[in-house]
């Protein structure tokens, strides 16, 4: 797989000071390099191999300090938008209409608490 360089251009510093910490390919691996690198916002697919996101974000809010979790998957929102919450992610964003817009008013919305 080629490797992917990313630019952030944003007026708003928050978003320049953003950097990946890491990837994962499995819910476990998630959990683990979570307790790694110490992320603050994790992008969690929800259909995984082995553990799926929905239990590996429940595992990621157990932490000492639990990032913000979005979940991503193909599906409508309206078929896992409830089932975020329930499990602690901040929300659920359909990969369809992910975009830059879309992740900064989820992660505006986790900030407010």
Do not use: N, Q
Not at 67 to 92: I, N
């Amino acid at each position: 797989m080629a490797v992917v360089r990313v630019l952030v251009v944003d007026d708003h510093e928050s978003f320049r000071r953003t950097a990946v910490a890491g990837s994962a390919a499995t819910g476990e691996e998630a959990v683990t390099a979570a307790r790694t690198v110490a992320p603050d916002l994790v992008l969690m697919d929800v259909h995984l191999p082995r553990m799926d996101g929905l239990d590996a974000t429940r595992r990621l809010r157990s932490l000492d300090r639990p990032p913000v979790v979005v979940l991503l998957s193909t599906y409508d929102e309206d078929d896992f938008g409830g089932r975020a919450r329930e499990c602690g992610a901040v929300g659920y964003i359909a990969k369809s209409s992910f975009g830059t817009e879309r992740l900064a008013s989820v992660w505006a919305l986790a900030a407010r608490g």
